[in-house]
């Protein structure tokens, strides 16, 4: 279907303007972020370092390796009980919340994902450092469906599957899976 030509203008006006707006967020954040003396710091060291940046396994192996292992020991001094799942969590969190954001939007819609993702991950360190299963309320930010443990054993099968081991995320997301479509059958 053809939208009419006013119509295709407007709609590309409106993505052109939206880019603006976004590529001004993100311009200004990155000119914030260069104004910190850690960003600053480190840049100084790597721009001494520019042989590393030679091939992504070099670069991954000298630079993206001593900043994991430099978040792993903040974690490990501001986390206590941290084990590696939640070393994760924090170093990789954006792998964790674009893959749980992503399910609850399948399974629930958009609105309100990324606090659901946010309230999962929060909890599996919790559960990881505490021992606690989280209790799911009607709150927003909780999943309306699946038990709280089989959101868990979803970021931990998260956890494994980045390291190429699948098996506990697909059985984890067998599980989530009929939990959720067996309380649509009984609704």
């Known amino acids: 279907m053809k939208l009419p030509h006013k119509l295709e203008d407007k709609l590309q006006l409106d993505k052109e303007v939206l880019s603006s707006i976004f590529d001004g967020i993100i311009s200004s954040a990155k000119k914030e972020a260069?104004?910190?003396?850690?960003?600053?710091?480190?840049?100084?060291?790597?721009?001494?370092?520019?042989?590393?940046?030679?091939?992504?396994s070099s670069a991954h192996l000298m630079v993206y390796h001593n900043i994991n292992m430099m978040m792993e020991s903040i974690v490990d001094a501001v986390v206590p009980g941290a084990d590696w799942l939640v070393h994760e969590l924090y170093i990789?969190?954006?792998?964790?919340?674009?893959?749980?954001?992503?399910?609850?939007?399948?399974?629930?819609?958009?609105?309100?994902?990324?606090?659901?993702?946010?309230?999962?991950?929060?909890?599996a360190i919790k559960w990881r450092t505490e021992g606690v299963v989280p209790v799911f309320t009607d709150n927003y930010w909780c999943p309306p469906k699946g038990q709280p443990i089989s959101w868990l054993n979803i970021v931990e099968g998260l956890g494994n599957l980045r390291y190429g081991k699948p098996e506990k995320y697909l059985t984890a997301l067998r599980i989530l899976m009929e939990e959720i479509s067996t309380r649509e059958e009984t609704k």
């Open 34 to 56: 260069e104004k910190d003396p850690l960003h600053l710091a480190l840049v100084t060291y790597f721009e001494s370092k520019k042989q590393w940046m030679d091939d992504p």
């Open 92 to 123: 990789n969190h954006s792998f964790y919340d674009s893959n749980l954001s992503e399910l609850c939007s399948k399974y629930f819609g958009g609105a309100c994902s990324v606090d659901r993702s946010n309230y999962i991950i929060r909890s």
